[in-house]
């Protein structure tokens, strides 16, 4: 049974403006959830994480929201450039069960210029 | 420059001849796992290790087998591959089990089984 989900497996979006890739959870014991990067070819690379005490991080063009009572988190990214079109995974982890990771099936972010 | 090794990169072999898939890291890290990906399921945990000599079974560890000799060293075994286990695997390291810090992967195996 799919803890993490991304519903939507595929998304385009023009250069500059703001991408929003989103994730749901549906186990109310995850407490640490993170965002990974996948080019073709290449392992998934840590982009960013949040915290459960938190509802918001940003890194640079990227903030991720969390929203605890809806079970639903999303990564924002602005602007959006060529270079961001990868697959990005959604992961979710308990802390005190070793930050064993759960992941999504993945959004393929596509950029146009 | 902190990395993570698998090897092969891409490996095409036949029902139920015994692979092995290397995984290296020269971070010190304690904790190691492995995942594979298939279309439409994202990435999946096989096995973890906590430590040297200390491995336990992920969420689809059927038909695979694990060894942690040493620190550095994570080979995921094969040992009477089948059909479905062709898949795309990556090898991950962290600094401990109870570390809050994100996994490194490796770039990656596509084995193929014919």
């Known amino acids: 049974d799919q803890q993490v989900k991304q519903n939507s497996p595929s998304l385009s979006v023009q250069e500059g403006r703001i991408s929003i890739l989103n994730c749901d959870y549906t186990n109310s014991m995850f407490d640490y959830f993170l965002w990974y990067k996948k080019y073709p070819a290449e392992g998934p690379t840590f982009l960013i994480s949040i915290s459960s005490i938190k509802d918001k991080n940003e890194d640079g063009r990227f903030t991720v929201f969390l929203n605890k009572s809806a079970k639903h988190l999303s990564l924002h990214i602005v602007p959006s450039q060529p270079g961001d079109s990868a697959v990005y995974f959604c992961a979710a982890s308990v802390s005190n069960s070793g930050y064993a990771l759960n992941f999504g099936k993945g959004t393929s972010l596509l950029v146009t210029p | 420059e902190a990395q993570v090794t698998q090897n092969p990169r891409y490996l095409i072999t036949v029902t139920g001849k015994k692979l092995t898939v290397t995984c290296s890291q020269n971070m010190n890290h304690e904790y190691m796992s492995w995942y594979r990906q298939d279309p439409g399921l994202g990435l999946r945990q096989i096995y973890y290790?906590?430590?040297?000599?200390?491995?336990d079974k992920g969420d689809v560890p059927e038909g695979y087998k694990v060894s942690r000799k040493e620190k550095r060293n994570f080979p995921l075994i094969l040992e009477s591959p089948s059909p479905n286990q062709t898949s795309l695997y990556f090898c991950?390291?962290?600094?401990?089990?109870?570390?809050?810090?994100?996994?490194?992967f490796g770039d990656g195996t596509r084995l193929s089984i014919l």
């Open positions: 290790s906590m430590n040297v000599e200390v491995t």
């Open positions: 991950a390291s962290r600094g401990g089990w109870a570390s809050n810090q994100p996994q490194h």
